[in-house]
T-cell receptor, first 112, second 116 residues
Framework: KQEVTQIPAALSVPEGENLVLNCSFTDSAIYNLQWFRQDPGKGLTSLLLIQSSQREQTSGRLNASLDKSSGRSTLYIAASQPGDSATYLCAVRPGNDYKLSFGAGTTVTVRA | GAGVSQSPSNKVTEKGKDVELRCDPISGHTALYWYRQRLGQGLEFLIY????????KSGLPSDRFSAERTGESVSTLTIQRTQQEDSAVYLC??????????????FGEGSWLTVV
């Protein structure tokens, strides 16, 4: 069974600092990995999707890397802003299945 | 519509009552998922629909839970005889043909259920 772990569970940084969020998974036979953002009381917003054949994806201040062999993905957020405060979730889709396995998330607070 | 739409957005119900939650996926998306998220916890898979194939109901926690989908459109999740432990946000998501590369999954805002 795929296990997805996100460390740390919570993170507080001053505005302007770069954020590094980690996601690890136990089964490297994945189809893709997706990062989501969840604001309090809201649903999930897709940030980046990385296919298993890719090493990274970038969108604006966000960059996600994938090292499938070691079972790791990292989400980098450059020059953090208070508006980046949210919970960030990673989800892995297995190579032979459609059910996503989610991590418990990292809750980020960016202090002004 | 432009995104996945869920209704009601909030529902407070008395223990023992039945509730029905609705999801309108993005037009053209053949795959539809229901997930549950209890307060402070991760997402739990409930059920998956893909086109006209038989749904994967393996995540439904009990026989009080059921879900239907008409073709590739609206889905309803029904919880009978609600219990307090059913209190959670129920999230619906859709994606294009699941076998296609680049198939991002899109979530709705969720239906927040409170059983009192």
């Amino acid at each position: 069974k795929q296990e997805v772990t996100q460390i740390p569970a919570a993170l507080s940084v001053p505005e302007g600092e770069n954020l590094v969020l980690n996601c690890s998974f136990t089964d490297s036979a994945i189809y893709n990995l997706q990062w989501f953002r969840q604001d309090p009381g809201k649903g999930l917003t897709s940030l980046l999707l990385i296919q298993s054949s890719q090493r990274e994806q970038t969108s604006g201040r966000l960059n996600a890397s994938l090292d499938k062999s070691s079972g790791r993905s990292t989400l980098y957020i450059a020059a953090s802003q208070p508006g980046d405060s949210a919970t960030y979730l990673c989800a892995v889709r297995p190579g032979n299945d459609y059910k996503l396995s989610f991590g418990a998330g990292t809750t980020v607070t960016v202090r002004a | 519509g432009a995104g996945v739409s869920q209704s009601p957005s909030n529902k407070v119900t008395e223990k023992g009552k039945d509730v029905e939650l609705r999801c309108d996926p993005i037009s053209g998306h053949t795959a539809l998922y229901w997930y549950r998220q209890r307060l402070g916890q991760g997402l739990e898979f409930l059920i998956y629909f893909q086109g006209n194939s038989a749904p994967d109901k393996s995540g439904l926690p009990s026989d009080r839970f059921s879900a239907e989908r008409t073709g590739e459109s609206v889905s309803t999740l029904t919880i009978q005889r609600t219990q307090q432990e059913d209190s959670a946000v129920y999230l619906c998501a859709s994606s294009p043909r699941q076998a296609t590369t680049g198939n991002t999954i899109y979530f709705g805002e969720g239906s927040w259920l409170t059983v009192v």
